[in-house]
């Protein structure tokens, strides 16, 4: 079995500051994804990535970047970080080259915005 | 576009008594339904995928049905335990290639004795 490590667990930043987090994968998967989980709606879709440094746009991209430097591992940057923001950004990876198998996820990092 | 709806909020059902949260999804492609459940200071698992020919997927007890006529895939389990208290996802996804999964709001399960 493998596992998904997503670093820092919790993350506590400042008004516009620049924040990283950082997943990590040993299942071998090609294709990684950064969620953003919040009350009541749901898992909604940051970036993902289909190979190493291929990246493409979910729907709440905006605000975000993100690095796929290597097949293994796969980063997100919150550019400004937004004043009593509260998240949790769950890091997955799926061995599909179609999106029709299961994600494997993270523990989670939880952001807060002070 | 593709879209997820479950039971909204919170489900509290006292132990031993059914379990059924429902999650209707619209797609304009042949759609392939998951639900994955989230303990408490875990990560999301996959509980149950829908499988393409008619099996009814089980797991841990709960089970689920695709019906394609009225687009849901309500998850099921004769008995709540005080251990599936949980977070619950419904996901959609398509045979498309567009590497996307869609998922619903959540629905919290609390199973009380």
């Known amino acids: 079995g493998g596992i998904i490590t997503q670093t820092p667990k919790f993350l506590i930043g400042q008004e516009g500051q620049k924040l990283t987090l950082k997943c990590q994968q040993n299942?071998?998967?090609?294709?990684m994804y950064w969620y953003r989980q919040d009350s009541g709606k749901g898992l909604r879709l940051i970036y993902y990535?289909?190979?190493?440094?291929?990246?493409q746009k979910g729907d709440l991209s905006e605000g975000y970047d993100a690095s796929r430097e290597k097949k293994s591992s796969f980063s997100l940057t919150v550019t400004s970080a937004q004043k009593n923001e509260m998240a949790v950004f769950l890091c997955?990876?799926?061995?599909?080259?179609?999106?029709?198998?299961?994600?494997?996820f993270g523990e989670g990092s939880k952001l807060t915005v002070l | 576009g593709d879209s997820v709806t479950q039971t909204e909020g919170l489900v509290t059902l006292t132990e031993g008594l059914p379990v059924m949260l429902n999650c209707t999804y619209q797609?304009?492609?042949?759609?392939?339904l998951f639900w994955y459940v989230q303990h408490l200071n875990e990560a999301p698992k996959l509980l149950l995928k829908?499988?393409?020919?008619?099996k009814r997927p089980e797991h841990q007890g709960f089970h689920a049905t695709l019906h394609k006529s009225s687009s849901s895939f309500h998850l099921q389990k004769s008995s709540a335990q005080l251990s599936d208290s949980a977070l619950y996802y419904c996901?959609?996804?398509?045979?498309?290639?567009?590497?996307?999964?869609?998922f619903g709001a959540g629905t919290r399960l609390k199973v009380i004795a």
């Open positions: 990535s289909i190979t190493e440094n291929d990246l």
């Open positions: 797609s304009t492609y042949s759609p392939f």
């Open positions: 996901a959609l996804s398509d045979d498309t290639g567009n590497y996307k999964y869609v």
């Open positions: 997955a990876s799926s061995i599909e080259v179609t999106n029709t198998g299961q994600l494997y």
């Open positions: 829908s499988f393409t020919d008619n």
């Open positions: 299942f071998n998967h090609d294709t």
